[in-house]
């Protein structure tokens, strides 16, 4: 009602973003982690490295792997995931095909980037919050990328402003009680360019809203990016001078 | 589609994000903890038309619209407020005096508090609804300000503070920002800033405003400054005004509720038992409980077992031992008979049993003894332990003049309030408008019904008229059938086409003809009762090529003009069906769409939605066909003037044999239903006859069934068959279908045993076929009429037929008995039932005509819609039923005539006499019977005459005015 959502934010704001690079110091090439809302997410990165089995090896690229670890505690109710768990497949699934297409492999090879994800805690966008940690923890491990890649989600609201025929207002990055409540979607871009490499929607929606989600997804993506790049930024900055001694 | 524009929210600073942590606990015994986010903001605007700079901050939605300003910059003053106000309530005001807010004549330019509006939801829905309809119409001018996502008003709860102490604080500490923020408006536009008001009855609360210098006041305070605070005053829920009173109350009359943990668990393993109360229609001190783990209904006898529960509660009961176990009562007992002498305002501890209802209770109890049969004719007794769910509503009636003080002249006093509805107990009221009231139609609420309190408590809501006219019984009629009546509000009218009734099929082959098929050279006509405006469905046939015939019924296209989810669906989805009674329609659509755009009338094109059948000469279907079509009908008949055209030999042009067609296979298809085993039921049908100038009713007559009402029927039942299977292979979890559930065998009990006592004759109901066979074998060759008394009386014995998502049954369970169908639905009224509509929704989709609404494949949101209508269909046929009871008795009014009847049950002090002439029963009380044998079911009278069940009676047929329900009402003596 009065287009206020069921936190206080309006239909076009992010909630809070918090990240931080370089999280952890034991044997990870790069890592990050990543706040949105309630949403929190670990993600460690090795490689690239020796593949760990031969069938990973390929002659001309890098493998990308992935691995997705929900911790029992995440969720309101306290449920264990194994590896075989049907969430987890589609998670690591999705988050390998998204960066297999955007990590540059050609330059490495015949080895392994190992992308490992802990979700601590779940608050709806999962999988793009666990998108935009894998982000970060490449660029801490220096592993060259295209370009960023940012996450965000959308769903369709049926409450209207007002009675006057207008179409309800799509929301930007649902919690999980909104996730829980109307049909949504995650969607990835490739830097500012709006190009989408990763699009996933699990409920059924009519093909006319379908345009307007994508589209505040999409401006959802961008705003994360410029949050992420501030980070990234400012963490540059102080490994700078703490390297040159200032 | 906008992008985003600007990030109101600055994620860096901490202050403008807070969390708020939830435990939930399920029903399972589960708890959780649900921490959740919230974004703290300063652009929420205080929506005063005095604030400019709210308004240059206003957000905008996607659409870049922003909301109007909703707080008048004049708003009204009263002797206390002379610059004006703006009331700010807190909870409880809205929870108990909803009525009165609603007023018109006062409550302007009000504040509703998020906080507040929360709590009135977790409290109470039906409330929470009538609040937020309020917000959203414009006139009184209701503003939901969200205090908990602004800033400033955002309040932490304290470590030891209490959430009712939290909310009363967050409530004062917006009244406090809005106080300020409105007088630095109103500053900046030099005018004189209106009073923030905040209303609260809760004592500290009041003082604690108060001490920081905010303008409060309690509500009776506020409305004893305004000019009608009588009518204001009794409207509010009696449980403020008594208070006091209550607490010197003294002992408690009915025993305590079991509580909520206690009855859960009892329910869990089985002592005690859940399920729906009913007042029995003859008797007050007795009602039932049907509960899934006893075949038979509980039986609930005497006051104290109902323990506070009214018709429709949902209660848990406890069952009696078994020796007090008891047979269903055979006596009549009102509540006049028990509570003629009862005072309203009786402050002495009342007894429980009064000694008439002692004395029948005993009486009752040796009656058992008496009879032979007893094991087989007892039924297990329970008492009620606790009411999960009120089934309390807006009650009308009217007030017991005896019960008021009429040398009183000013002040409050305690009056009888007799509802219409002689299944709901008498209601205390408190009221200083007395004299006034007496001789009005009014409308009370039930507020409470406390242990210490032989009889609800509630409160005056308004006055409909004086008693008898027929604008206040029509209003009470629809009020008490909670028909919605106002006229559509100005959002409806707004969806209709702008053409008006200038509106016509555009060009072929221009816009809205797409996907639709030109019919218009068919030879369509209908056929409806006389004067009918609003044609939902017309027919034609015609024989084929190959010696099959074409047959296609054509329903008007009400999906072309309501689209989903606009204000005229939203509204239409609300009444569910339209309302028919004696001298009045009332509309589900608006009728320039009911009577004009969408009816189909002859002699113009209209869009329609056919249904086409190629049947075999024996009316076997071979080939069915859905689609959008124009047509353009050829005639209207009335179903008789069509039956003297089919008769017309003359007659031979194409219209006339293609009804003739029609004819023949309807019969065929009746007869293939009677074979498959549909029940051939009766209830009474009668008509009246207005006259036409003073639209007094003049006289009665039973409806007359043509072959051509029959005609109509059989296509249409074919149209809803074909349709219910296209849409269940389309939606098999959410086609919109309509069941009919076999009754259980019990239900025919009494009838089974009355029939072979009396009659010799065997009523077998193992399925509707048996049912149907032994139906037509129950004739009596001395009395025709006899077969159609025992058909209206298996009538009764049927459980209702209702819609459901077919995602919520299993298919075995979609049977409709009474048309010994496997699968059937509505779509043949689109114009007066939301059910066909959502059924044209779901077809038109099955079709891919275009895309279903969401609400019609989302399994909760149908369950809703399903949910509303199966009760708005029987709320209307009530209405209807109700409104004929009426216009008999006032058409009978001053005509007493002896009349044949039948008596339909007997009692061991009375009996029901149905008149077949006027359709009415009525029931006739034996103060004094000499002998009554209940297995053979004769009741003498002291005079020697016997009264037989079933048998001819001659009565008398009076009309007087009811006692109980102020009602014009007919009566029946022995003549
Ligand atoms: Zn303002």
Partial sequence: MEGLRNDGRRWNELRRIHCQLSTSSTNAD??????????????????????????????????????????AFSGTDRIKRGRNDKKVQELQTAIQKTFASVILTHLFSRSEITISIHILSQDGGTLAACINATTLALIDAGIPLKDYVCACTSGQS??????????????????????????????????????????????????????????????????????????????GKTRLEAATGE | ???????????????????????????????TKIVREIYLRTDIPCSSRLCRACLANAPVDSNNRSRPFVLSEKPAGTTQYKHGHYLMPDTNIFLQCMDAIEHKSAFYDVIVLQTVLDEVKNQSLPLYNRLVSLTKADEKRFYVFHNEFRQETHVKR??????????????????????????????????????????????????????????????????????????????????????????????????????????????????????????????????????????????????????????????????????????????????????????????????????????????????IQRSQDESQKVQPTAKIVGVLKRNWRSYVGHIDPNSVNRAKSGGQQVVFFRPLDKKIPRI?????????????????????????????????VRALGELESKEAETEALLLEYDVQYRPFPKAVLDCLPSEGHDWIVPEKGTSGWEKRVDLRDLLVCSIDPPGCQDIDDALHARLLPNGNYEAGVHIADVSHFVKPNNAMDDEAASR??????????????????????????????????????????????????????????????????????IDDKSQTDPLTEGMRILLMLSKKLKQARMDAGALNLASPEVKIHMESETSDPASIEVKELLETNSLVEEFMLCANISVARKIYEAFPQTAMLRRHGAPPATNFDDLRSQLRARKGLDLRVESSKALADSLDGCVDPQEAYFNTLVRIIATRCMLPAEYFSSGTQAYPEFRHYGLATDIYTHFTSPIRR???????????????????????????????????????????????????????????????????????????????????????????????????????????LEDGRKVVLFDKVKVMVNVVKEQATGRRKTELTLA
């Fill in chain 1, 30 to 71: 790069g890592s990050s982690y990543i706040e949105q809302g309630f949403t929190k997410v670990l993600c460690n990165v090795t490689g690239p490295a020796e593949p760990s089995s031969r069938q990973k090896v390929k002659q001309d690229a890098a493998t990308v792997t992935c691995e997705v670890y929900f911790a």
């Fill in chain 1, 158 to 235: 049926t409450s209207i402003f007002d009675n006057e025929g207008s179409t309800p207002d799509p929301w930007l990055d649902v919690n999980y009680l909104e996730e829980s409540d109307i049909p949504s979607l995650t969607v990835a871009t490739v830097g500012e360019t709006e190009k989408i490499v990763a699009l996933s929607m699990e409920n059924k929606v009519r093909i006319e809203m379908l345009e307007g989600m994508i589209a505040v997804g999409i401006s959802g993506c961008a705003k994360v990016k410029g949050i992420m790049d501030a980070e990234v930024r400012r963490y």
């Fill in chain 2, 1 to 31: 589609m906008t992008s985003i524009k600007r990030m109101l929210v600055d994620p860096s600073s901490n202050d403008s994000i807070t969390s708020k942590v939830y435990i939930r606990s399920a029903k399972s015994g589960k708890v």
């Fill in chain 2, 158 to 367: 304290g470590q030891e503070e209490s959430i009712n102490d939290r909310n009363d604080r967050a409530i004062r500490v917006a009244c406090k920002w809005y106080q300020k923020h409105i007088e630095q408006a109103a500053a900046s536009s030099s005018a004189t800033a209106p009073a923030i008001v905040m209303l609260t009855n809760d004592k500290a609360n009041l003082a604690k405003a108060k001490s920081e210098g905010l303008n409060s006041t309690d509500l009776n305070g506020y409305v004893k400054g305004l000019k009608n605070a009588d009518e204001l005053l009794d409207m509010i829920s009696s449980s403020l005004q008594d208070l006091e009173k209550k607490a010197n109350r003294g002992a408690n009359v009915y025993a305590e509720y079991f509580s909520l943990p206690k009855m859960n668990t009892g329910v869990r393993n089985g002592t005690l038992h859940q399920g729906t109360f009913h007042t029995s229609t003859y008797n007050s001190l007795e009602g039932t409980v049907g509960v899934p783990s006893f075949d038979k209904h509980l039986l609930i006898v005497g006051l104290e077992n109902m323990n506070r529960a009214i018709d429709g509660d949902q209660v848990v009961v406890e069952l009696l031992p078994q020796d007090q176990w008891k047979k269903q009562s055979d006596k009549l007992v009102d509540q006049d008979t028990l509570t003629k002498n009862e005072n309203a305002d009786v402050d002495e501890v009342e007894a429980i049993v009064t000694e008439r209802e002692r004395r029948a209770l005993i009486d009752e109890a040796k009656r």
């Fill in chain 2, 428 to 460: 205390r009221v408190f009221t200083r408008q007395a004299t006034q009231l007496l001789g009005q139609r009014i409308v009370v609420n039930i507020d409470t019904w406390d242990r210490t309190s032989r009889f609800p408590v509630g409160h005056f």
């Fill in chain 2, 576 to 645: 569910g069906t339209t309302v028919y009674l004696v001298d009045k329609r009332i509309d589900m659509l608006p009728p320039l769409l009911g009577t004009d755009l969408c009816s189909l009338k002859p002699y113009v094109e209209r869009y329609a939605f056919s249904v086409i059948w190629e049947m075999t000469p024996d009316a076997k279907i071979v080939n069915t066909k859905f689609t959008k079509s124009v047509i353009k009908s050829r005639e209207a008949f009335a179903y008789k003037a069509a039956q003297m055209r």
């Fill in chain 2, 834 to 940: 939301y059910a066909d509509l959502a059924a044209h929704r779901q077809l038109a989709a099955a079709i891919e005509y275009e895309a279903l609404d969401e609400t019609l494949y989302n399994k909760n949101k149908m369950d809703a819609v399903v949910k509303n209508i199966n009760i708005r269909h029987r709320n209307a046929q009530f209405a209807g039923r109700a409104s004929i009871e009426y216009y008999v008795g006032q058409a009978l009014k001053n005509k007493s005539t002896e009349q044949e009847g039948f008596v339909a049950k007997i009692f061991s002090n009375g009996f029901v006499v149905f008149v077949p002439k006027f359709g009415i029963e009525g029931t006739i009380k034996v103060e004094t019977a000499k002998t009554y044998d209940a297995d053979e079911y004769i009741l003498e």
